[in-house]
T-cell receptor
Framework: AQSVTQLGSHVSVSEGALVLLRCNYSSSVPPYLFWYVQYPNQGLQLLLKYTSAATLVKGINGFEAEFKKSETSFHLTKPSAHMSDAAEYFCAVSDPGANNLFFGTGTRLTVIP | GAGVSQSPSNKVTEKGKDVELRCDPISGHTALYWYRQSLGQGLEFLIYFQGNSAPDKSGLPSDRFSAERTGGSVSTLTIQRTQQEDSAVYLC???????????????FGPGTRLLVL
């Protein structure tokens, strides 16, 4: 069965600092992996996804994530945080051929001016 | 439409009443999904539709929950005899095909915030 663990329910960074949001997954087969962002009172928006092509995936708003099979990780990074990045971030996994996403519990990112 | 829409955006109801939540997927999307987002539970998958069929209903938390989809488009999630633990944000998503396939992305609506008093 698939599962996703997001370490740190809350992360605070200073504006301009590196953003690192951690995601580890468990899956019996190489999965598809996603990062979604949720701004206050809005739905989830896809940031990026890994679908077995390049292991370094670039997404919107300057975010990227690297799939590391040996570490079963898919951490999300951004070199320089902006105030507008403050939101909740969800990592999700789906086995190929599966019909739904399994989400982590989310990480709330706060950006300090 | 431009995106997935859900109505109502907010719903307050009394314990024991029935509620209906509506989802309009992106035009042309064949797959539709319902999730529940509640404090302490994160995002929980409820049910998906491929066309008008729901092959797997095992994610529904109880038999008070049901969902249907008509015309391969609009879906309704119904909760009968609501309980306080049903309070949550109910999210709908759609995708062109089933999730899990290469390139498949689920597009989410803004959600319906349900409060059961």
């Amino acid at each position: 069965a698939q599962s996703v663990t997001q370490l740190g329910s809350h992360v605070s960074v200073s504006e301009g600092a590196l953003v690192l949001l951690r995601c580890n997954y468990s899956s019996s087969v190489p999965p598809y992996l996603f990062w979604y962002v949720q701004y206050p009172n809005q739905g989830l928006q896809l940031l990026l996804k890994y679908t077995s092509a390049a292991t370094l995936v670039k997404g919107i708003n300057g975010f990227e994530a690297e799939f590391k099979k040996s570490e079963t990780s898919f951490h999300l990074t951004k070199p320089s945080a902006h105030m507008s990045d403050a939101a909740e971030y969800f990592c999700a996994v789906s086995d190929p051929g599966a019909n739904n996403l399994f989400f982590g519990t989310g990480t709330r990112l706060t950006v300090i001016p | 439409g431009a995106g997935v829409s859900q109505s109502p955006s907010n719903k307050v109801t009394e314990k024991g009443k029935d509620v209906e939540l509506r989802c309009d997927p992106i035009s042309g999307h064949t797959a539709l999904y319902w999730y529940r987002q509640s404090l302490g539970q994160g995002l929980e998958f409820l049910i998906y539709f491929q066309g008008n069929s729901a092959p797997d209903k095992s994610g529904l938390p109880s038999d008070r929950f049901s969902a249907e989809r008509t015309g391969g488009s609009v879906s309704t999630l119904t909760i009968q005899r609501t309980q306080q633990e049903d309070s949550a944000v109910y999210l709908c998503a759609s995708s062109f095909l089933l999730a899990g396939g290469p390139g498949e992305t689920q597009y989410f609506g803004p959600g319906t915030r349900l409060l059961v008093l």
